[in-house]
């Protein structure tokens, strides 16, 4: 930007032109916006859907491939996916034509279909542990994995980093504010400290981490291989073998929620880096966007929940939802793990991220931008800091929420969805040269626009 200078505009004038331009180009998304707010509580069926940047939602009329029409009739190149769920493309074939089948079929019966077999043995033999649950979310599963943790090694405390996000889970709930625990700000009828029974530490810190673990009473880690809910946080080299070895010599459990490192590849982070969890975690894009989640445990871990149990005794576990495991989630799920979650598939996804990255250094380069891009497959963040952040405290500092808004808005206005929570962007297998060549031209002109700014 700019000096500061009384004839030139602003990052505030530059919203407001676009948003302008937003009312002007949507008027229908505009007016349903407002019939909206008489029906639904805060104008969305979520509330999470008035977090974008537009002056209203986008209201989606359908979506095909790596592309979304809304209700004015413009097309956008859609590289937020839902944020995960449709990670594959909207619309494929193969899920329609199964969860169709279902469907007429029946959707639930409280009672095992012959794919949940199948469904099983595809979960094993792709990540590697051989025993499985599922449920409607990965917020239930992590909330179930937690429960079992505790209940096997008697134990109270959880162990979270940081910045991270595993869905609605109270123990998560926890972040460091000057280097203490503290409760995330603005949580919704809190009643209890979540504090005495979570510990936080700084992503890739293992002192503090070997020390947070050294009382004895963490029952498990939970953790994303990279965090991606703060920005993204990449692993430093070795991270993960200390991670492992760190929390086998305490007697905790290590839970890795992969739900986004999903695109790392077929098998995720874990069978591509080799890393050894005592649970794995998956959810979002693993039904094609039916809601579903799947958590498996390695054979040890299974023989001591079993012993747990006995020793507790019958009784309400207080884990399961009556919709977890139902036929429609099970046969979404065989179509994913068996005709959509290829090696071609990520084959391409993986080749669009590179093509991606490789676009957006290019205009970091050209126009001198203190700007990086981190990438973990086919998931890639621009991230307004150079050298990138090792740690959320870091990447909080990074985190211009008027740069990010403005960024947002912008691209949307160009026909191109990105996430809305800071600036991730997921490459689809069906994701098109042309939608990423676009994105990277939409990028390279709203850092044009950013030099003819006052600072």
């Not at 673990?213 to 946080?233: H, K, Q, R, S």
Request: proline fraction near 5%; charge should be negative; charged fraction near 20%.
């Amino acid at each position: 930007m700019n000096p500061e200078r009384a004839d030139t505009p602003t990052l505030d004038d530059l919203l407001q032109a676009e948003a302008e331009r937003f009312r002007a180009d949507h008027p229908r998304s505009v007016a349903m916006a407002s019939q909206s707010t008489q029906v639904w509580r805060g104008g969305a069926p979520l509330h999470w859907m008035n977090d974008w940047a537009s002056p209203t939602p986008i209201f989606v009329a359908q979506g095909a491939g790596a592309q979304i029409t809304d209700v004015d009739g413009r097309l956008y190149d859609d590289f937020c996916l839902g944020d995960t769920p449709s990670m594959f493309g909207h619309g494929d074939a193969s899920v329609v034509a199964t969860v169709a089948d279902q469907v007429r079929r029946g959707a639930g019966f409280m009672l095992p279909t012959a794919t949940s077999v199948m469904v099983g043995r595809l979960l094993a033999e792709r990540f590697g542990l051989p025993l499985w649950q599922v449920a409607t979310t990965a917020s239930d599963a992590n909330r179930a994995v937690i429960r079992w943790a505790r209940a096997v090694t008697d134990r109270p405390v959880i162990l979270v980093f940081d910045g991270c996000y595993h869905g609605m889970v109270e123990d998560a709930f926890v972040v460091l504010k000057d280097g203490q625990a503290v409760m995330k700000p603005g949580l919704v009828g809190q009643v209890h400290d979540l504090t005495p029974t979570t510990r936080v530490v700084p992503f890739n810190d293992l002192a503090a981490l070997e020390a947070a673990l050294a009382p004895g009473d963490v029952a498990a880690v939970l953790a994303e291989p990279v965090m991606t809910n703060c920005g993204m946080i990449l692993p430093d080299e070795g991270f993960h073998e200390a991670l492992r070895s760190l929390t086998r010599a305490a007697g905790t459990l290590l839970v890795l929620d992969e739900t986004h490192t999903l695109s790392s590849g077929p098998g995720g982070y874990t069978r591509l880096h080799d890393l050894q969890p005592d649970v794995f975690v998956v959810g979002k894009a693993i039904a094609g966007g039916v809601p579903a989640a799947a958590w498996g445990v390695t054979a040890e871990l299974s023989a001591r929940m079993d012993a747990a149990q006995a020793r507790i005794g019958p009784g309400q576990s207080g884990i399961g939802t009556t919709l977890s495991g139902n036929a429609l989630a099970m046969a979404a799920m065989r179509a994913m793990l068996a005709e959509v979650m290829t090696d071609a598939a990520y084959a391409r996804m993986l080749a669009g991220a590179e093509r991606l990255v490789a676009g957006l250094r290019r205009v970091i380069s050209a126009r001198e931008l203190p700007w990086s891009v981190a990438h973990v497959g086919a998931r890639v963040e621009l991230v307004f800091a150079d050298p990138l952040p090792r740690n959320a405290a870091q990447m909080r500092k990074a985190l211009d929420h008027e740069l990010l808004a403005a960024l947002h808005l912008w691209l949307i206005n160009r026909g191109v969805l990105i996430a809305p929570f800071h600036n991730m962007m997921l490459v689809s297998p069906v994701t098109e040269d042309a939608s990423i060549d676009r994105l990277v031209t939409a990028i390279d002109g709203f850092a044009g626009a950013l030099e003819g700014l006052t600072a």
